[in-house]
């Protein structure tokens, strides 16, 4: 079964709205978590990086204020876009690494499919 | 930084045929892990296969093999007896130790019947 639960598949929203995305790691305390964005066809792209209890680091050219990025417990992170446009519509993915097996491998949730009309 | 390039963007391979697929990166560390992961259409990230930069021996999970070639800095995918669920995106990533992971460009694998 899935170890990273990631909430909702697909989501769509009008322009100016926000969106929230949740990531949890399901039998084991995910120490960082990971969120990429990937445009069709192309290559999954490192937003930010986010560490229990601290502040999410972000990748240059992402904006912060924009994607607010949460990490408040050990199973659970969540990726709010704000006032959401058209140019956000893309699939944003979470991934989760800690405690479980190997601590470098990362696992990965399902994906938000995320449209803004 | 480190770059990982995967100059193969499609390739195709008949049904029980072998097809390896590339990988080049660039770093200047020493400590490092390399992985293959599968993204089939329904897009869940789905791990193949890890190598561990400080071991020689090739990582093999079943049907999957790697080529691990340090100095050359290169980590080639080896697919035998391709079945049908084979077709996918393949990424190729590179981690540094406890650090995230960097993903190359995709090669999009489809297996014809």
Known sequence: GAVVSQHPSWVICKSGTSVKIECRSLDFQATTMFWYRQFPKQSLMLMATSNEGSKATYEQGVEKDKFLINHASLTLSTLTVTSAHPEDSSFYICSARGSRGNGDIQYFGAGTRLSVL | ?113
């Open chain 2, 1 to 113: 930084a480190q770059t990982v390039t995967q100059s193969q963007p499609e390739m195709s391979v008949q049904e029980a045929e072998t097809v390896t697929l590339s990988c080049t990166y660039d770093t200047s560390e020493s400590n490092y892990y390399l992985f293959w992961y599968k993204q089939p259409p329904s897009r869940q990230m789905i791990l193949v296969i890890r190598q561990e930069a400080y071991k020689q021996q090739n990582a093999t999970e079943n049907r999957f093999s790697v080529n691990f070639q340090k100095a050359a800095k290169s980590f080639s995918l080896k697919i035998s007896d391709s079945q049908l669920g084979d077709t996918a995106m393949y990424f190729c990533a590179f981690m540094k130790q406890y650090h995230d992971m960097r993903f190359g460009a995709g090669t999009r694998l489809t297996v014809k019947p």
